[in-house]
């Protein structure tokens, strides 16, 4: 879609939230008043932005004609090229945000990766997993923060949580589950394994109110270990299982254990939220907890160093031949894939 069809269309949506904003009442329901003006203000940042990708566009136009006529010097051209990258770059991430309709996809991210325990190489991995995704927000100039980090003693990660606090984020990253799987090293060779797992998991952050989602307290099992890995320090470490379903998290990232309960008692909820909607029921009493997938069971990804250079994506089939390029961040094609088998197969 070009800027100035994409802008038309998003300026008849603005519009039809204004007057459906002067048709309404908005003291009658305060929660569908706020759903309202949240859609209506998301709608006015859109506007907004192609609106000056309209301007980028017209002006890389110009200034392209401009040097065809060798009136123009090669900063200008320069500066016309960047302004056509920033104009496609943003359309392509409109296009994609367009086809993340589930409940879910709009919300934030809460990314974690895991090692397997114990296994020096696996940490390593992790940390090289960790970076990719920091690499990944800071090229596309999101907001992110690591709120979790469990170092290892050789200088990788047994563990990291990274929150993605922007829009759509979860739509983009849920295709990140599983198991990513590295083959071969474009380190010391000689002494990695032939292959080093790691596992990650993605749960809905949700951006401007708590999840909401009803849950006995007799189906939880709160624990709160007061050990830590610095002797010196109490634990706020706050794990929660809900017990029919046997799905667990923890929150560690918090100064207090109160914090981490909460925090850990949302990502629960966000985490069966998703597992409602893949099992099509609307309680959770209606889970069935052997169709539950974990994620440690499937695979999603293949970064071979050895004996050719390629990532291989096993959900979607897409290949690339740059290794090194993707663990720097730049995983936007393999996203684009996941959210394009989704359009097709209305599956995640």
Request: charged fraction near 25%; proline fraction near 3%.
């Amino acid at each position: 879609m070009l800027a100035p069809t994409a802008l038309e269309h998003e300026e008849a949506r603005h519009v039809k939230q204004e007057n459906i904003i002067r048709d309404h009442d908005l003291w009658d329901d305060p929660g569908k008043s706020n759903e309202i003006l949240i859609k209506l203000a998301d709608s006015a940042r859109v506007v907004d932005a192609l609106k000056d990708l309209k301007y980028k566009a017209e002006e890389a136009k110009l200034i392209t004609e401009l040097a065809e006529m060798d009136t123009v010097n090669y900063e200008l051209f320069k500066q016309a090229y960047y302004a056509s990258v920033d104009v496609n770059k943003f359309l392509d991430t409109y296009e994609m945000s367009k086809f993340l309709k589930e409940p879910c996809d709009m919300e934030g991210a809460c990314l974690i990766v895991e090692s397997r325990c114990g296994d020096i190489y696996s940490e390593t991995w992790t940390g090289q997993l960790t970076r990719m995704y920091m690499k990944w927000a800071e090229n596309q100039g999101h907001a992110m923060r690591i709120v979790e980090r469990c170092p290892a003693k050789n200088g990788g990660i047994k563990s990291a949580t990274i929150e993605f606090e922007f829009k759509f984020a979860y739509g983009y990253l849920s295709g990140e589950r599983g198991v990513h799987r590295m083959i071969g090293s474009h380190q010391s060779e000689s002494i990695y394994p032939e292959a080093s797992l790691a596992a990650v998991d993605v749960i809905p952050l949700f951006l401007e109110s708590s999840p909401e989602l009803l849950i006995d307290d007799k189906d939880l099992l709160v624990s709160c270990p007061s050990f830590s890995e610095k002797p010196s320090k109490i634990s706020s470490t706050v794990y929660i299982q809900h017990v029919p379903t046997g799905v667990q998290v923890q929150s560690k990232g918090e100064r207090s254990r109160v914090a981490n309960k909460i925090k850990a008692l949302n990502r629960l909820k966000a985490k069966l939220l998703v597992i409602l909607r893949d099992q099509g029921v609307s309680d959770v009493r209606y889970i069935k907890k052997d169709a539950l997938v974990e994620m440690w069971s499937h695979e999603t990804r293949r970064y071979v160093f050895q004996p050719t250079k390629m990532v291989v994506d096993v959900k979607t089939g897409t290949q690339l031949p740059d290794v090194n390029a993707v663990l720097n961040g730049n995983i936007d094609s393999l996203i684009a894939a996941h959210i394009n088998t989704r359009r097709a197969y209305n599956v995640v």
